[in-house]
């Protein structure tokens, strides 16, 4: 049972232009979410997160929109730039273990800046 | 910023050895640490949280004598599988998060294990 989804293996995007990577969710206890950038043979680098009472954060490039009612969250990186070109993981942390730090990860997308 | 180190970062080994990986908070002290499990294409899948002093939690279907945790400081956490088979090369990656912060999780690089 895969709680967290991202549906899209894969992104292409032109250097300069926005990506857009999506994620859902099935259980409405999660309230913190989470996205993390990998590299190949390196561990996943914190990005940015939101909060269940927040429906956007800011950072930068960076910017995380929450739609709880539908259970989607998105990640906007704006303008996008070669040097994003890795995996992004959405993760997030149920209500009941908030405070152990305990998270459950989407697949991952793949994304691709192309100069 | 955090940084989380994990070593080794790639092992081959015979069938029935048992492996040990190190995970360590090098510049905070962690009472909670994870280790996940990470299959091709896969997303990465919780085994165990790892708690200093105490035993850890395993996920379910994750098995306890297989997969050692041990805890013994506030900046390392140990994994080890035990009589490795085949069936368990995979990708192993720890991480942890700050004392009193449950958020955000900050990640080793993880370990490339091949059983042969």
Known sequence: DQQVKQNSPSLSVQEGRISILNCDYTNSMFDYFLWYKKYPAEGPTFLISISSIKDKNEDGRFTVFLNKSAKHLSLHIVPSQPGDSAVYFCAASPLASSNTGKLIFGQGTTLQVKP | ?116
């Not at chain 2, 499990?37 to 379910?60: V, W």
């Not at chain 2, 050692?68 to 490795?84: M, P």
């Open chain 2, 1 to 116: 910023g955090a940084v989380v180190s994990q070593h080794p970062s790639r092992v081959i080994c015979k069938s029935g050895t048992s492996v040990k990986i190190e995970c360590r908070s090098l510049d905070f002290q962690a009472t909670t640490m994870f280790w996940y499990r990470q299959f091709p294409k896969k997303s990465l899948m919780l085994m165990a949280t790892s708690n200093e002093g105490s035993k850890a939690t395993y996920e379910q279907g994750v098995e306890k004598d297989k997969f050692l945790i041990n805890h013994a400081s506030l900046t390392l956490s140990t994994l080890t599988v035990t009589s490795a088979h085949p069936e368990d090369s995979s990708f192993y990656i720890c991480s942890a998060a700050r004392t009193g912060a449950a958020q955000p999780q900050h990640f080793g690089d993880g370990t490339r294990l091949s059983i042969l």
